[in-house]
């Protein structure tokens, strides 16, 4: 269970289906950059990030965390 503190409030960009699932882009906003591997929490999800592209993350969504989140 997610039990830290909200940092801040992302925005979803953009969202398309992959062979595996979804890859979900936000915009992490003044937060800085995060290598890839970084973990980030998402509502309570914990997300690894594939890569950035200035303040935008890029994550990928498996079919079985679209199913139980």
């Known amino acids: 269970m997610f039990t830290g503190l909200v940092q801040a409030v992302g925005t979803v960009t953009a969202t398309r289906k992959t062979p595996f ?4 882009e936000v915009d ?6 995060f290598p890839v591997g970084a973990s980030i929490a998402l509502s309570g999800v914990c ?3 594939l ?4 303040t935008v993350a890029a ?3 498996s079919a079985e965390t679209l199913a139980r989140t």
């Not at 992490?28 to 950059?33: D, I, K, R, T, Y």
């Not at 890569?51 to 200035?54: D, L």
């Open 47 to 49: 997300c690894t990030v």
């Open 28 to 33: 992490l906003g003044g937060l800085g950059a």
């Open 51 to 54: 890569g950035m592209v200035g």
């Open 21 to 24: 699932g979804r890859r979900l």
């Open 59 to 61: 994550f990928d969504l």
